[in-house]
Nanobody, 124 residues
Framework: QVQLVESGGGLVQAGGSLRLSCAAS????????MGWFRQAPGKEREFVGGISWGGGSTYYADSVKGRFTISRNNAKNTVYLQMNSLKPEDTAVYYCAADAKLIHTTMVGLPNYWGQGTQVTVSS
């Protein structure tokens, strides 16, 4: 079983930045593709970004491309989401996800493992 713990959420003004972290345990981290999803009130959970097992490939939703960067440190079993130029519409609960399969823009189904989520609120 994989355990995922997110941190780094909070309140920020529009145009600001935040970095989310997700620490994984329970399985060899380099065997997991990692991703970030988000869910705003009244909306479905949506894909934000994904990264391959070694970090060589990354994938982004069009709504965050050029503003968000996903990265990972396999020595620290941690994946990050650097969020710049934040907008009020980025307000959501952000979830870290993991799967043995590649997490990417057109992934079929949802990842098997999820964190508890961290709130990101962007004020205008």
């Amino acid at each position: 079983q994989v355990q995922l713990v997110e941190s780094g959420g909070g309140l920020v003004q529009a145009g600001g930045s935040l970095r989310l972290s997700c620490a994984a345990s329970g399985r060899t981290f380099s065997q997991l593709s990692m991703g970030w999803f988000r869910q705003a009130p009244g909306k479905e959970r949506e894909f934000v970004g994904g990264i391959s097992w070694g970090g060589g490939s990354t994938y982004y939703a069009d709504s965050v491309k050029g503003r968000f960067t996903i990265s990972r440190n396999n020595a620290k079993n941690t994946v990050y989401l650097q969020m710049n130029s934040l907008k009020p519409e980025d307000t959501a609960v952000y979830y870290c996800a993991a799967d043995a399969k590649l997490i990417h823009t057109t992934m079929v189904g949802l990842p098997n493992y999820w964190g508890q989520g961290t709130q990101v609120t962007v004020s205008s």
